[in-house]
């Protein structure tokens, strides 16, 4: 099959018409769109950080193991650490940071 005149068709930049410029348009503003909502829920989703919790990540028996606890149940667990005490480090720092006293009923 000849193709006429390919050579010309191959060294012209390729014109762009109202359709396509209108096609971009609309699938970029889609991409933006999509972006900003996605954006929205991270910023409103989940829930806020309590400061009475106590947060540890610790080494287990299969990997890693979290420990997190709040309010009453964090307050007892740092006023008597008696089952946790290979974490105790760990502990007396998570206590400390959530105003708990560590060890003294």
């Known amino acids: ?3 006429h ?3 010309r068709r191959l060294s012209e930049p390729l014109r762009w018409g109202r359709r396509e410029k209108t096609v971009v348009a609309v699938l970029l ?3 933006v769109l999509a972006g ?3 954006v929205g829920y991270a910023l ?3 829930s806020s950080a309590r400061a009475d919790c106590i947060h540890l990540t610790f080494a287990s028996t299969l990997g890693g193991a979290q420990f997190e606890r ?3 149940r964090a307050r007892a667990i ?3 650490p008696r089952s946790l005490r290979s ?3 760990d502990l007396r720092v998570a206590c400390r940071r959530a105003g708990f006293a560590f060890g003294a009923r």
């Open 1 to 3: 099959m000849i193709m």
């Open 5 to 7: 005149d390919q050579s």
């Open 29 to 31: 503003s889609c991409v």
């Open 36 to 38: 900003g909502g996605l």
């Open 44 to 46: 409103t989703s989940g």
């Open 70 to 72: 709040c309010g009453q």
């Open 78 to 80: 740092c006023a008597s």
């Open 87 to 89: 974490l105790e480090d």
